[in-house]
């Protein structure tokens, strides 16, 4: 040799002798770093000058596997070479070592990583991808794709596997379609879940005939693919059942490599070997377990929604006059967090919330009047100001009047004769029919200020001066007594000026919002929905802490709620279906909400979202089409 070679220029697998002599070891400078690198990949041999029987303080003595004269025997040299190439053995079994403890780090590294990846994936499909997409990777597979056992009802042994994903780098635009396949002993798949058993094959053309699967070619026949060596592994449960299978297709040296012809197949396509399928069986593990825990994921999600909808349904049996509130409150909130997260503005801008926030709060809106279950069904329902009863009692005390004017008519006439005769008769009936004409205008004018008193209304409106008027008035009841002609509880009722609720009905309405949250705090909600009781709670409170039941501030009511507080309200006053109110225009119902929000009531950040994105709009046109 010329020069002393450097490590990099030297082959870690082969066995290297390298000899030193004087001049090498000049060449290699005065730090011995070059020596000492070179040391740990080849064997060093000393040669020494003629005589020279041990190396001189310029040799390295420490990286020196053996040393020699220029002039000794052949035999001692080849004893001492032998040695060396023995040395030289170990250095490339050490290497070996090492490379093979850096590949399984580096397996594990990986297989640790993708069990990350998979269980933070909730959405299935996404997770089905990443789970082919990992098993190529690892194994330089060209295809791949995935079956999942379908479910037996009511705990049935399942029967067939559905083709859910597949994935083909040298074909990456083919059209997908599920199918099924039945878990027997026909396919290679289906086989697979059969039995329990992986299958390595090293071309799936040459299947021996005493196997009972066999490849489906009509794939490769309408594509123009050729499908070899085929790796098919069960995907178990911690519970050591079978959820799925794996199939990986054509294992390759180059792992960009593009299958597109026989030749290139030939040269590129390997078997599965004892790694690949340890590889793959872990990585099956692990998606077996992801896969399991995102199905039971959508089946809480069922779960939820089945219970959402009912609670509805039941919320809506109990009061059919607010049908459909609960969910556009649900629709309009979460569109305005939608909105937000697009324009908010002020201290929202930028404000994101993930798919599982949109869903929490979905539910959150479709429950939140689910307390009305607690509240009295009378009061629920109340529409006008008066019970229905009372107001038959009313109608009732005002016939037995007027019936009473007719009989008094009747009898002062029969008196008048008995006493009088015929004589003036015709002028005394028409006095007293006049009389008794104004007692009927009378009564009927009072009842026609109860029933009409008797209407609520959204704002503060009226005077109740008639009201006072008739029950300042008395009659004599059948048994002689003396009664105001307006009770009065009937009186305090009707003059109600906001609604059609007394004080003690609206607490007892209002209470709805608490038995919500005391019924939602006892579900035990995923931590993904956790703040549902939270959320729902506050929806009736106000930022200045006029609201309720609590009557906080803005600082201690979320963002969640403030947005659901706006939905509420805005439908609320648009709502075509309340009885007891009559319907504003949209229009009418933001110019409430805009005066709601300058007093300090509801979040003018928020609102301004509200009306800038149109949120309200997709609702009424919703409205209109019903």
């Known amino acids: 040799m010329e020069r002393l070679p450097a490590p990099s220029e030297l082959e870690p697998s082969r066995p290297t002798v390298v000899l030193l002599d004087h001049r090498l070891v000049r060449d290699a400078g005065d730090d011995g770093r070059a020596i000492a690198e070179l040391a740990g990949i080849a064997a060093l041999v000393g040669l020494g000058d003629p005589g020279e029987t041990a190396p001189d303080r310029v040799f390295p003595s420490e990286f020196l596997s053996s040393y020699f004269a220029a002039d000794a025997p052949s035999a001692t040299i080849h004893a001492l070479i032998r040695g060396a190439f023995r040395h030289a053995v170990s250095l490339v079994s050490a290497h070996v070592a090492g490379e093979e403890r850096a590949l399984r780090h580096r397996e594990l590294a990986e297989l640790t990583s993708v069990g990350v990846a998979l269980s933070t994936e909730r959405n299935l499909l996404a997770l089905l991808d990443m789970i082919l997409t990992q098993a190529r990777r690892i194994t330089s597979s060209d295809a791949a794709s995935l079956y999942l056992v379908e479910r037996g009802d009511n705990g049935s042994a399942p029967t067939t596997l559905r083709f859910r994903l597949a ?247 029969a008196d008048y004769l008995l006493s009088h005769g015929p004589a003036q008769y015709e002028d005394f009936i028409s006095r007293l029919e006049q009389m008794r004409r104004a007692r009927r205008n009378e009564l009927n004018k009072f009842l026609d200020a109860i029933v009409q008193a008797n209407e609520p209304t959204i704002l503060p409106e009226g005077s109740f001066h008639e009201l006072k008027e008739i029950n300042e008035r008395t009659y004599i009841d059948f048994e002689g007594v003396e009664r105001p002609l307006l009770q009065d509880e009937e009186l305090r009722f009707l003059m109600i000026r906001k609604g059609n609720l007394d004080d003690r009905e609206r ?120």
Do not use: C
């Not at 792992?255 to 069986?281: C, G, H, K, P, T």
């Not at 009692?393 to 007027?402: E, K, P, S, Y």
């Not at 950040?605 to 019903?626: D, H, P, V």
């Open 507 to 626: 607490r007892e309405i209002e209470s709805h919002v608490t038995h919500t949250f005391r019924f939602l705090e006892q579900i035990p909600w995923t931590r993904e929905l956790r703040r549902i009781p939270e959320i729902a709670f506050g929806h009736h409170e106000k930022l200045n802490g006029t609201g309720y039941p609590r009557r906080v501030t803005g600082a201690e009511i979320p963002v969640q709620t403030r947005m659901m507080t706006i939905a509420d309200i805005f439908d609320a006053l648009t709502a075509t279906d309340r009885p007891y109110k009559r319907a504003v225009p949209a229009e009418r119902a933001l110019d409430i909400l805009s005066e709601e929000a300058q007093e300090g009531m509801i979040d003018m950040n928020l609102l301004k979202t509200f009306i800038e994105a149109r949120i309200y709009l997709a609702l009424a046109s919703g409205k209109n089409e019903e």
């Open 167 to 413: 994935q083909n780098y040298t074909l990456p635009d083919l059209p997908f379609s599920e199918t099924t396949v039945p878990i027997d002993h026909t396919s290679l798949a289906g086989y697979t879940a059969a039995t329990g058993e992986p299958l390595v094959i090293e071309d799936v053309y040459l299947l021996p005939d005493d196997v009972s699967y066999r490849q489906n070619r009509s794939f490769d026949e309408k594509f123009g693919y050729r499908t070899k060596s085929m790796l098919v592994i069960p995907m178990r449960t911690h519970r050591d059942e079978i959820i799925g299978v794996l199939q990986l297709i054509n294992r390759k040296h180059a792992r960009d490599a593009v299958l597109s012809s026989n030749e290139i197949i030939d040269a590129q396509v390997l078997a599965y070997d004892q790694q690949s399928v340890e590889l793959v069986s872990a990585l099956a593990s692990q998606a077996a377990v992801a896969i399991e825990n995102s199905l039971l994921y959508e089946d809480i999600e069922r779960l939820f929604e089945g219970f959402v909808t009912a609670a509805v349904t039941a919320i809506e049996q109990r009061d059919p006059t607010t049908s459909g509130h609960s969910g556009r409150v649900a629709t309009l909130t979460v569109g305005l967090a939608e909105a937000v997260a697009v324009g908010g503005v002020g201290p929202y801008r930028g404000l994101r919330f993930t798919r599982e926030q949109l869903r929490e709060l979905r539910y959150a809106g479709l429950l939140h009047d689910f307390g009305k279950v607690g509240v009295r069904e009378q009061v629920l329902i109340k529409k006008k100001k008066l019970y229905p009863w009372d107001l038959d009692i009313i109608r009732h005390r005002f016939a037995f009047l007027l019936q009473r004017a007719d009989l008094q008519f009747e009898r002062e006439r």
